[in-house]
């Protein structure tokens, strides 16, 4: 049984750096693809960023985090981070770590239903 725990969400200041982490039981994430996800009150959830089992990374093409956030991987944790740099009060969302068991075309990447299990998310607070 796959299961992904995240961490490291909160209450912080706009300007400030984040560094959110997924671990998982049940698989050993340097071997899939992991990808984080945001939701913001009122909003459909969406793609952050993603990282094969290779090391290719991907990134939202959506102007709200776009060059502010940086996805990597311990192996010997079997842990996912995602960092959030210049945090802006739009970032507040609760953020989701998923991990699909096989995505073939990097197009399909950023898809909700490309993935297969979901951790319970984190929540992300920026005060203005």
């Known amino acids: 049984q796959v299961q992904l725990v995240e961490s490291g969400g909160g209450l912080v200041q706009a300007g400030d750096s984040l560094r959110l982490s997924c671990t998982a039981s049940?698989?050993?994430?340097?071997?899939?693809?992991v990808g984080w996800f945001r939701q913001a009150p009122g909003k459909e959830r969406e793609f952050v960023s993603a990282?094969?089992?290779?090391?290719?990374?991907?990134?939202g093409d959506g102007e709200s985090v776009k060059g502010r956030s940086t996805i990597s991987r311990d192996n010997a944790k079997n842990t996912v981070y995602l960092q959030i740099d210049s945090l802006k009060p739009e970032d507040t969302a609760v953020y989701y770590c998923?991990?699909?068991?096989?995505?073939?075309?990097?197009?399909?990447?950023?898809?909700?239903?490309?993935?297969?299990?979901w951790g319970q998310g984190t929540q992300v607070t920026v005060s203005s």
């Open positions: 998923a991990t699909a068991d096989a995505i073939g075309w990097n197009s399909l990447i950023d898809r909700i239903s490309a993935y297969n299990y």
């Open positions: 049940g698989r050993t994430l340097s071997n899939y693809v």
């Open positions: 990282i094969r089992s290779g090391g290719s990374t991907y990134y």
